[in-house]
């Protein structure tokens, strides 16, 4: 059976196809009578409009898109992927992901401005642009809203947790637990994620306002395996070795803790260990940790693009959500040299 088209519920109607765009949008300056007529004939030749065709009329798709540089199936594009869609979903919104894991991709992305053909609003998760794609990006006219980068100049607007304060925060938790020898470990490339360096600096800052002894700061490179391995076996064999390791990612932090326990060394007993991130995974094994609200960031990232979009008042352009110390099994109150 032929499909119906716009024609045909027209001729159906009695009216012009014009008449049946307005009154299928809902627009004005169509009467209700009319409307009615048009609304039946579509029923009953099964016509839908393309939402292509909508898109071009109104300028309006009714989608968002999200762009994200890290792995798809990793855990935090999966909690703000959830939390966009629990924003999107009951406002009629579909989402559109584009991933820009490699040059490849991002300079496809960059170079075709696909989002702006197919949504009304982005939002950035990951990385940095360069200077050339921030020169793409403002070629867009559309609203951006960056995720975890509070300081982007080329969004209009942002939702961020404070990385410091959050570091700072499993500072203190260790310390009130007794802990006066720390460590720190990093990631040894900081180029595309803004929270590994403000981390750091959460850490430095509480080690030094509450007077602790900072036993060292590591940088752990991420393709090699046996990096962590060799950092943890340089942390034990100092003569007076920390007590509590702060690292910069649960993943990376769950590695410390099997590492010290291949080891022989008792974690919380020995050493305690608390991560940064709150990733189930983490959470379901014990891991102490510092939790981020990632589905919550991505819930608040899509209200505001739709607001943006739609002109209305946003009353905070750059919205920090806070983080909370989530203490498990593998942190304890430090005890007292065994003799």
């Excluded at 540089?69 to 939390?83: C, H, P």
Aim: net charge negative; charged share 25%.
């Amino acid at each position: 059976m032929k499909k119906a088209t716009i024609a045909d519920v027209a001729e159906a109607a009695g009216v012009s196809t014009y008449t049946v765009s307005r009154a299928l949008r809902g627009l004005k300056h169509v009467n209700e009578e009319t409307r009615k007529k048009v609304l039946e004939a579509a029923k009953k030749l099964n016509y839908s409009a393309s939402p292509t065709a909508a898109a071009l009329a109104t300028g309006r798709t009714n989608r968002i898109a999200l762009l994200v540089r890290e792995n798809l199936s990793g855990w935090f594009t999966g909690e703000i992927t959830e939390g966009i869609y629990d924003t999107l979903f009951p406002q009629e919104y579909d989402l559109i992901l584009y991933r820009a894991g490699n040059e490849n991709e991002r300079s496809e992305f960059f170079r075709r401005r696909r989002a702006n053909q197919n949504a009304d609003a982005l939002i950035i998760s990951g990385f940095g642009p360069n200077e050339e794609e921030r020169d793409a990006l403002a070629k867009l006219d559309m609203p951006i809203v960056s995720i975890n980068a509070s300081h982007a100049e080329y969004a209009h607007a942002s939702v961020s947790i404070h990385d410091i304060a959050g570091e700072e925060s499993a500072v203190r938790y260790l310390a009130a637990l007794g802990h006066t020898r720390f460590a720190y470990i990093g990631r040894a490339n900081r180029t595309y994620t803004w929270g590994d360096d403000e981390r750091l600096l959460g850490y430095q800052n509480a080690v030094s306002e509450l007077h602790l002894n900072n036993r060292g700061t590591f940088e752990l490179n991420e393709e090699s395996a046996e990096n962590m391995r060799s950092i943890i076996a340089e942390i034990i064999a100092m003569p007076d070795p920390p007590t509590a390791l702060c690292i910069w990612s649960d993943t990376y932090a769950l590695k410390a803790v099997h590492e010290l326990r291949r080891m022989g060394i008792r974690c919380p007993e020995d050493i305690s260990v608390i991560g940064f991130d709150g990733q189930p995974a983490a959470l379901d094994a014990g891991l102490s940790t510092v939790q981020q609200p990632a589905r919550e960031i991505g819930a608040q990232a899509a209200q505001i693009a739709l607001d943006l979009f739609n002109k209305k008042d946003v009353t905070e352009n750059h919205l920090i959500l806070p983080t909370r110390v989530i203490p498990l099994d593998t942190t304890s109150t430090c005890l007292p040299p065994t003799r």
